[in-house]
């Protein structure tokens, strides 16, 4: 009911455009003194019932009567008010859950442009944030000229937003004409909104451009800050630069900017990644003797990571006492970190000791956790020990990653553990959540053909294709000196010319093998024919038919992939 009068056709949103057209005339001659009401002091949200049904109303006409909008302006530039059009726009937008931000910047320029209306800040804000994750940047851009067209001008906080997803997304020419829009007039840019293209161009790993920027936009227009600085040298140690970005690091003092915790973890970090842990040591110990700021768990982590990196277990075990003493509490990286670093260099007590810390402490382990335990065991030879704890990650339904079946399989298969091997490799087709990798196959297929069983051993091939894994240089090289060591050198030939089709290109042992097979089988004119390709680029060997039978032969001299 709209002022006493009942419009039984409105109580469904299928309202058909007869009755709409009937009804448009008589509601704006009911409601016209609450709706000139309504222009003259803008609210910001709906209070009568009828601006809730007139926006029903819009939002029906304009999902079934689109087309012949134009023969209702007149009735609507009478009631469409700033507040009525960001109701219709966000209901458009977001209709029964369902997004329809199109339809919704439809009506928002058939209301700015048939109806003559500008549109508040908070519509225009409402479209932009649509269109932008919605991933309609160039719609965004066209509403971006709208709103700077009727008067609207950004402000720092929704700039930031804006050039930060345009940034993201990877337009950087939307994202520069704001920039420019922002600081148009302005001597000092933004620090925030220029941090955010600045993130931006990291993120897509354009970190040359990104100096560029910093250098002749951001210095010049004075709107560094030291986020600013994060940011550039989190990018330049992300790409390696990492002497690049310690000279960002110390030139800080001279914009009498000084590096916050965030600014150490991140140098920190990078100079352990690669393996300048000396260095890393002495930003920690400047941090330890800074005012203000003190280092923490992240701190040492990294530092733990480097020294761990480099099999230099005392020195980690030291930071760590230091960190504790501290009262800096561990994180399950912490401990994974120190777990794993113990375990390469193979003592094992020390693992174990880690390990009982840790669930003192109260961390719960993780498949990161076993994994590096299940690596320690079997580096020492210790696979029994491996298996159990197999088990107990099983038991406690922490479910093996690719590295947990890989280094299991690779240490079963070296001790010709291969049946139980196999077993492990078999149990990947009930795992939906890992992808198959040539490299948790090819220690079963090497151990099997190695041990004559190349049947068995093309039966996990079977198994790894159906799994859609393709095989590397290192399966083919394997599946081909398996079938010479058997004998079957037209199989070897047929697997060899099937590595070239695919772009997997031999190595020296690959050819030299099946050459050597060739000769001592009495096939010099394949052999001869590989020679004659090789420099070409393209070897495809052809078969000759009194040769497609060939009898086994086990005791051939070839040589066998490291």
């Not at 719609?139 to 950004?154: E, F, I, P, Q, R």
């Not at 930060?164 to 148009?184: E, H, M, T, W």
């Not at 250098?215 to 030291?226: A, G, H, P, R, T």
């Not at 009982?356 to 030879?381: A, H, N, Q, W």
């Amino acid at each position: 009911m709209i002022f006493g009068y009942k419009f039984p056709f409105l109580s469904h949103h299928r309202v058909r455009a007869s009755k709409l057209a009937f009804f448009l005339p008589h509601f704006h001659s009911l409601s016209s003194s609450v709706v000139a009401g309504s222009r003259a002091n803008f609210r910001e949200v709906i209070q009568y019932p009828s601006e809730r049904w007139f926006v029903k109303v819009i939002c029906t006409l304009f999902c079934f009567q689109s087309h012949c909008l134009d023969l209702h302006s007149d009735y609507l530039v009478k009631g469409v008010t700033p507040l009525i059009a960001f109701e219709v726009v966000r209901r458009l937008d977001d209709c029964n859950n369902i997004r329809n931000t199109e339809l919704a910047l439809r009506f928002f320029e058939f209301s700015r442009v048939k109806l003559n209306l500008i549109h508040t800040f908070g519509t225009y804000n409402y479209i932009l944030r649509s269109l932008c994750q919605m991933g309609h940047y160039d719609s965004a851009n066209l509403v971006l000229d709208w709103m700077m067209v009727d008067g609207h001008w950004l402000n720092s906080s929704f700039s930031g937003f804006l050039v930060g997803l345009f940034s993201d997304s990877g337009r950087f020419d939307i994202a520069q004409k704001l920039l420019a829009q922002v600081n148009c007039g302005e001597k000092d840019g933004d620090p925030f909104v220029c941090n955010k293209f600045l993130n931006g161009l990291v993120k897509q790993n354009r970190v040359d451009e990104a100096v560029s920027f910093f250098s002749e936009q951001m210095i010049s227009k004075s709107c560094l800050d030291v986020c600013s600085f994060n940011i550039m040298i989190r990018g330049l140690c992300k790409a390696g630069q990492v002497d690049k970005a310690f000279k960002f690091f110390e030139e800080m003092v001279k914009f009498e900017l000084s590096p916050d915790i965030i600014t150490y973890n991140t140098m920190i970090d990078g100079l352990c990644r690669v393996n300048k842990v000396d260095k890393a040591r002495e930003l920690l110990l400047e941090v330890r003797s800074r005012d203000g700021i003190s280092p923490d768990v992240v701190t040492y982590t990294s530092t733990i990571s480097g020294y761990c990196k480099l099999n230099m277990m005392d020195e980690a075990s030291f930071l760590f006492q230091e960190m504790t003493s501290t009262g800096i509490r561990p994180t399950l990286v912490t401990f994974n970190i120190l777990i794993d670093g113990f375990g390469k260099v193979g003592n094992m007590a020390s693992v174990s000791a880690m390990y009982e810390k840790m669930l003192y402490l109260g961390c719960l382990p993780d498949v990161v956790t076993f994994t590096s335990r299940i690596d320690g065991y079997c580096r020492i030879g210790q696979v029994d020990e491996a298996l159990k704890l197999w088990q107990e990650m099983v038991d406690r339904k922490l479910f093996p990653n690719k590295y947990t079946f890989s280094i299991l399989i690779i240490a079963l298969c070296k001790e010709n553990r291969v049946k139980e091997a196999c077993n492990l490799v078999r149990q990947l087709k009930f795992r939906n959540d890992i992808i198959p990798q040539p490299f948790m196959y090819n220690p079963v297929i090497d151990g099997l053909c190695k041990a004559g069983k190349v049947d068995e051993a093309n039966q996990v091939v079977s198994e790894m294709e159906e799994r859609r894994c393709k095989h590397d240089k290192y399966t083919f090289t394997i599946l081909i000196i398996g079938h010479c060591m058997k004998g079957r050198l037209v199989e070897a030939i047929k697997i060899f010319n099937r590595m070239l089709s695919v772009k997997c290109n031999p190595d020296d042992i690959t050819v030299k093998s099946l050459l050597s097979c060739l000769v001592k089988a009495g096939m010099p004119d394949e052999a001869s024919q590989i020679k004659k390709q090789m420099a070409l680029g393209k070897v495809e060997v052809s078969i000759s038919p009194s040769k497609r039978k060939l009898p086994a032969s086990t005791n051939m001299d070839i040589q066998v992939a490291a």
